[in-house]
């Protein structure tokens, strides 16, 4: 009860705090000469994601806090970098299936439940569990990525959950990197998300981490049927790790964080 209470007063807060922020843009709506030109000079340098970018981050922090998600792992950070994308992704229409985001934190060993699959509009976290990364990654951690086919690594980024198929791991998922350089080669590579019985706690405690793929995210053979159900046609799958390569290179968090520059570009 006093967790529904504590949200009940988020989501509150949260309202009144977006109804403010808005203030300002029903009157610009009033002068025809204001544009989007007038408000980035408007903005200082340090603005971050100005009036709109403020409202997602407030509600950001208030998903974060009320799933607890620090208890099950997720640090701050890597969910702020998944929903920085995913709300500038959602904004533009990249996601049909858009009230889910799934993150891989590959910041963590296999041996932890580093996959959550959270549904943001009704605030839950419908499943945390245990992923593989590409065999050439690395063992327990995941260290080393490619977008290159027959590189049997992890790939990095943003996804686009497409449709489901049966392969030879049976009941899967396919996968559309939405990174240029960076994943976009998921189709070719055959990267998508299946289930497998190497992903699994047996083996954590024989060898001290969970099997390996050839590249895809795969997960635990028991639950990879609710899971693809849950997320196929159009989520948002992000993969991360504190690869400084990557966070350089990726377009959508880049853009994400001035999206009024992002507009003109």
């Known amino acids: 009860m006093k967790d529904l209470g504590l ?29 989007i030109q007038s408000l980035q000079q408007e903005l200082p340098p340090t603005a971050g994601f100005g009036f709109i970018g403020s409202a997602e981050s407030f509600k950001t922090n208030v998903l974060y806090d009320s799933l607890k998600l620090s208890t099950l792992g ?13 709300n500038y992704m959602k904004d533009h229409g990249s996601f049909n299936n858009d009230n889910i985001i799934s993150i891989v934190d590959f910041s963590k060993p296999s041996y932890m439940k580093r996959l959550f699959i959270i ?13 593989a990364h590409g065999m050439q990654s690395g063992k327990a951690f995941a260290e080393e990525f490619s977008n290159v086919p027959e590189s049997n690594k992890s790939s990095l980024g943003f996804y686009e959950t497409l449709g489901t198929y049966m392969g030879a791991h049976g009941y899967s998922l396919r996968l559309h990197g939405l990174e240029r350089g ?82 003109n570009n």
């Open 7 to 35: 949200r009940k007063v988020y989501l509150f807060f949260s309202s009144v705090l977006i109804f403010i922020l808005h203030i300002p843009f029903v009157f610009a709506k009033s002068k025809p000469e204001a544009s």
């Open 74 to 86: 997720l640090g701050k950070q890597v969910f702020d970098y998944a929903m920085r994308g995913f």
């Open 119 to 131: 549904d943001v509009d009704n605030y839950k976290v419908l499943f945390n569990t245990y992923v």
């Open 182 to 263: 960076i994943n976009d080669n998921a189709n070719r590579r055959d990267i998508v998300i299946h289930g497998a019985k190497y992903v699994d706690e047996s083996l954590i405690n024989s060898q001290g981490y969970i099997g390996r793929s050839w590249g895809c995210p795969a997960i635990p053979q028991k639950l990879h049927k609710p899971i693809i159900d849950k997320i196929k046609n159009g989520s948002c799958l992000f993969i991360y790790s504190p690869d400084k390569k990557y966070l350089s290179r990726s377009r959508i968090l880049n853009r994400a964080e001035s999206p009024y520059l992002a507009l």
